[in-house]
Each structure stands twice: as structure tokens, then as C-alpha cells.
Antibody, heavy 120, light 108 residues
Framework: QLQLQESGSGLVKPSQTLSLTCAVS??????????WTWIRQPPGKGLEWIGY???????YYNPSLESRVTISIDNPQNQFSLRLTSVTAADTAVYYC????????????WGQGILVTVSP | EIVVTQSPATLSVSPGERAILSCRAS??????LAWYQQKPGQAPRLLVY???TRAAGIPDRFSGSGSGTEFTLTISSLQSEDFAIYYC??????????FGQGTKVEIK
């Protein structure tokens, strides 16, 4: 059974960089036919797709965040990561990692999520 | 960017009754649409993809239909564990993929 687990700092100061990692177990991150995705959900609000990375390193980001986002992949460690720079309170959210079916793009496995709060 | 709108925002239903949730896209997405269920404190769970295909392990009381811009998720007989928030997501053509704002199904 595939499992995804987010980790990283739960508290980030404004203007600093948010960094999260998603560890994948029970399956290989290099398997074809899937990409690896970050989604976020502000408290009490809906879901926002942030971007994905394929095991080759190909990425695609939401244009609304593209100038601040980097998603990277570590195939030997079977994990992928999210960096979001210059954070503000508006970036406070639960961040989820998920597996995305490719080239269709439904999300079939999700991590449990990690709350990241942006506060001084 | 394709805008996805769900209705109603809240649906009050008695256990055993049928629930019908709607999702509308601002332009045609073909059948490139998925439905998710989210319970408090949990990650979303995939219910339906490609508009009408149930995901693995999903009970057959959940069914999806529609194409183009109009989609429906029907829960034929609501069980206690079905009270949750439901989101639809479009994944047509190219990113960014977008979600609806959600429909909360609550006990009447």
C-alpha cells in the first residue's frame, strides 16, 4: 500500500522560505505513469493545486505561485520536496503531497497533510 | 484558468436519503473531472475519476455522471460515514488543475 508522509517546519516567519518534504513508501517514485504533486488548503477553505514533478525532473507550477515555488525530487531517497519563498500570512495552510495519475491528473494517494503557519 | 463552481454550498440530508451534488466548469473539460470526499482533520479521498469511474474500494452508492461543463455526484442512500465535504476537480488539457469550493453534506 502506497503511503506518503509530509515533514518540515510547521512555523515560518514572514518573508522567509517554507520547506517541506514528502517521503513515499510502499512504491517507487520513479514508476512511470505518475507525477508527484503538492496541494494546499488554508484553514476552513478549499483546495489549491500548487504544482507537480515527474521523476525525470519535469515540473509544472500554478502560475499564481510560479515565481515563488520550486518542487524537486530525490529519486534515490524516494521523496520529493516543496520550497515556497517570501511567505506571508496568506500562505498559512495545510500542505498535502499526493500522487497524480499522468497524463490524466486525478489524485489517488494523499499524505495526511501538515499545517504550516506563517507568523512572526 | 478554468473556474469550477459547486452547488449547493451545504446540503442537508437525512440518513438513507439520496444526495445530489453539482459541479459546473467555466468551459468544457470533457470527462476530465474527479470527485473527492474530505472529513474533518483528514486528507481528501478520491471517489470518482474521469467523471464516472469509481475509484478502488469506493461503495457503489457513489456514482458520478456528466460531461462538458455539467457534472453530478449522486450518493444513493446516505450512510452516517458519508457526512463530509465533497470537492470536484477538473484536469482538462493543461494545468493548473482547479477545484470547486466544496459542498458540505450535513445531517438533516
Amino acid at each position: 500500500q502506497l503511503q506518503l508522509q509530509e515533514s518540515g517546519s510547521g512555523l515560518v516567519k514572514p518573508s522567509q522560505t517554507l520547506s517541506l518534504t514528502c517521503a513515499v513508501s510502499g512504491g517507487s517514485i520513479t514508476i512511470g505513469g505518475y507525477s508527484w504533486t503538492w496541494i494546499r488548503q488554508p484553514p476552513g477553505k478549499g483546495l489549491e493545486w500548487i504544482g507537480y514533478i515527474y521523476h525525470s525532473g519535469t515540473t509544472y507550477y500554478n502560475p499564481s505561485l510560479e515565481s515563488r515555488v520550486t518542487i524537486s525530487i530525490d529519486n534515490p531517497q524516494n521523496q520529493f520536496s516543496l520550497r515556497l519563498t517570501s511567505v506571508t500570512a496568506a500562505d498559512t495552510a495545510v500542505y498535502y503531497c499526493a500522487r497524480e495519475k499522468w497524463p490524466t491528473a486525478y489524485l489517488d494517494y494523499w499524505g495526511q497533510g501538515i499545517l504550516v503557519t506563517v507568523s512572526p | 484558468e478554468i473556474v469550477v463552481t459547486q452547488s449547493p454550498a451545504t446540503l442537508s440530508v437525512s440518513p438513507g436519503e439520496r444526495a445530489i451534488l453539482s459541479c459546473r466548469a467555466s468551459q468544457s473539460v470533457g470527462t476530465n473531472l474527479a470527485w473527492y470526499q474530505q472529513k474533518p482533520g483528514q486528507a481528501p479521498r478520491l471517489l470518482v475519476y474521469d467523471a464516472s469511474t469509481r475509484a478502488a474500494g469506493i461503495p457503489d452508492r457513489f456514482s458520478g455522471s456528466g460531461s462538458g461543463t455539467e457534472f453530478t455526484l449522486t450518493i444513493s442512500s446516505l450512510q452516517s460515514e458519508d457526512f463530509a465535504i465533497y470537492y470536484c476537480q477538473q484536469y482538462n488539457n493543461r494545468p493548473p488543475w482547479t477545484f470547486g469550493q466544496g459542498t458540505k453534506v450535513e445531517i438533516k
